[in-house]
C-alpha cells in the first residue's frame, strides 16, 4: 500500500475559504449547457478598472465549447493580480444567483472535497445577498427573502454533504464592503441561522474590500458596518474580518481594537511590525487565517519577483511571532489550488515542520467559532 503524503494524511482544519470561491466548475459548466437560459446572463460588465472596456459576459460564456474552456475564465493562477481574480467571479457569478438547486448541489460538492482532503472542520464563507438574484452584483435592491433563501439551499447542501461524509462544517455570512446596505440583514441572518443542529451559522464578515474602515473617506460604508458588528457583539455573534489584506496594516488594529475581531482574514500588512504584532495580536490571542496562494495571486504579498521566496512568506514571520494563525485556501477554484496544495507550500517551500503544523491545526481549532464541545471532539483526532 502506497502511503499518502504528509500534506494529504494530516487531519485538517479550514476556517477561510470562500464558497463563491470553491465552486464546482462541472457543475457550473453543467448548467451554462444543459439548464441556462443565457439571454437572462448580463452582456457587457463594468469593470472599475478598465471602465471603458466592459466585459461580455454573456458572450464569454456562450463561446464556451468544453469545460477546459470554461476553466480558463474561472481561473486565474499565474496572472498575480487581485483584478485577474475579480474578473473571475464576475464571468461565473451569474451563473449561480438565484439557483438554489445548483447552490445547493455545490455546497454538497465542497463538502465531499473536505472530507477528500481530511479536513475535518471548515468554516465556509460567503454573502447571501450576492448570491440570491442574477442582478446583486449591479444593483442594490435583493430582498431578504431572496438571501435567506440562498442560506436555506446552501445549509440543505451541507448538511446532506455532512450527514454522508461525517465531517463538519460551519457557516460564516460575509457584510459586502460596498453594498453597506446589506450589512445589518447579514447579522439578522446569522442570528436566524445560529441555532442549527448542524452547519450553523456561527459568525460574520465583511469582504470585499476595507474602505468600510476609513471613516473619514468613506462615512456611508464606516457607519453601516461598524453598526453591523456592534450589533453582531450584542448578539453574542463572533466577528471575523478581511483587514491588512493589501490594505493599511492599520486596518488590522481597527479590526481588533474597534470592531472587535477576534480572527483576521490575511493580515500580511501586520507582519512587518513585530511589536505591533505581540501587542494587538499575541497577547490578545488574536487568530490569522493565511491563504498562501491567494496572498501571491493577489498581491497581498509581493513574493519577491519571478520565483516567489516563501521563506520569506507572512507567515514564517507570524509564526516566529508566535502568533495564532491557520493555513487556508481562500479561493480554492479560482486560484486553481487546494488546502492540501496549500500545506504543500508551508511545508515545502516555507519550510515549516510538521510538527509545527500539526500545532497550527490544533491553534486553528482552538480559534475556530464552533462550540467547545465541537472543538473538544475534533482536537482529540488533530
Known amino acids: 500500500m502506497v502511503e499518502k503524503p504528509f500534506e494529504a494524511s494530516i487531519p485538517k482544519v479550514e476556517l477561510h475559504v470562500h464558497f463563491d470561491g470553491a465552486l464546482a466548475n462541472d457543475l457550473l459548466y453543467k448548467h451554462l449547457t444543459a439548464d441556462c437560459d443565457t439571454s437572462s446572463l448580463p452582456n457587457d460588465v463594468f469593470l472599475p478598472w478598465e471602465p471603458d472596456k466592459p466585459l461580455q459576459v454573456r458572450s464569454l460564456l456562450e463561446s464556451c465549447k468544453s469545460l477546459s474552456e470554461f476553466n480558463c475564465l474561472c481561473q486565474c493562477k499565474g496572472e498575480r493580480s487581485l483584478?485577474?481574480?475579480?474578473?473571475?467571479?464576475?464571468?461565473?457569478?451569474?451563473?449561480?444567483?438565484?439557483?438554489?438547486?445548483?447552490?445547493?448541489?455545490?455546497?454538497?460538492?465542497?463538502?465531499?472535497?473536505?472530507?477528500?482532503?481530511?479536513?475535518?472542520?471548515?468554516?465556509?464563507?460567503?454573502?447571501?445577498?450576492?448570491?440570491?438574484?442574477?442582478?446583486?452584483?449591479?444593483?442594490?435592491?435583493?430582498?431578504?427573502?431572496?438571501?435567506?433563501?440562498?442560506?436555506?439551499?446552501?445549509?440543505?447542501?451541507?448538511?446532506?454533504?455532512?450527514k454522508e461524509f461525517g465531517v463538519v462544517v460551519n457557516q460564516l455570512l460575509c457584510c459586502i464592503n460596498w453594498r453597506p446596505e446589506w450589512a445589518d440583514e447579514v447579522v439578522e441572518l446569522a442570528k436566524d441561522f445560529r441555532g442549527l443542529p448542524s452547519c450553523a451559522v456561527v459568525g460574520v464578515d465583511i469582504a470585499a474590500g476595507e474602505e468600510h474602515f476609513d471613516s473619514?473617506?468613506?462615512?456611508?460604508?464606516?457607519?453601516?458596518?461598524?453598526?453591523?458588528?456592534?450589533?453582531?457583539?450584542?448578539?453574542?455573534?463572533?466577528?471575523?474580518?478581511?483587514?491588512?489584506?493589501?490594505?493599511d496594516p492599520e486596518n488590522v488594529r481597527k479590526a481588533v481594537l474597534k470592531y472587535g475581531a477576534r480572527r483576521i482574514g490575511h493580515g500580511y500588512r501586520a507582519s512587518d511590525d513585530p511589536k505591533f504584532l505581540k501587542s494587538v495580536c499575541v497577547d490578545r490571542n488574536i487568530h490569522f487565517e493565511v491563504c498562501p496562494t491567494s496572498s501571491l495571486e493577489t498581491g497581498g504579498w509581493i513574493g519577491g519577483g519571478g520565483a516567489a521566496n516563501w521563506k520569506k512568506h507572512p507567515l514564517v514571520k507570524m509564526l516566529k511571532a508566535k502568533c495564532s494563525l491557520s493555513i487556508n485556501s481562500d479561493d480554492p477554484t479560482v486560484f486553481k489550488t487546494s488546502l492540501n496544495e496549500e500545506m504543500s507550500i508551508v511545508r515545502n517551500d516555507m519550510m515549516v515542520t510538521e510538527d509545527d503544523i500539526r500545532g497550527i491545526m490544533r491553534k486553528a481549532m482552538e480559534a475556530s467559532f464552533a462550540t467547545e464541545e465541537t472543538k473538544r471532539l475534533i482536537l482529540a483526532k488533530l
Do not use: W
Not at 241 to 247: P, S, T
Open 83 to 162: 483584478n485577474a481574480m475579480l474578473q473571475c467571479f464576475e464571468i461565473f457569478s451569474p451563473l449561480v444567483r438565484g439557483q438554489f438547486k445548483l447552490l445547493e448541489e455545490n455546497a454538497f460538492s465542497f463538502v465531499r472535497n473536505q472530507s477528500r482532503q481530511n479536513v475535518l472542520y471548515t468554516e465556509v464563507r460567503y454573502s447571501p445577498h450576492f448570491l440570491a438574484t442574477i442582478d446583486a452584483s449591479t444593483s442594490t435592491k435583493v430582498k431578504l427573502g431572496e438571501a435567506r433563501a440562498v442560506v436555506e439551499a446552501i445549509t440543505s447542501g451541507l448538511q446532506r454533504g455532512c
Open 216 to 247: 473619514i473617506n468613506f462615512p456611508l460604508l464606516h457607519r453601516p458596518h461598524y453598526d453591523a458588528m456592534q450589533k453582531a457583539a450584542s448578539l453574542g455573534i463572533p466577528v471575523t474580518l478581511h483587514a491588512g489584506e493589501n490594505a
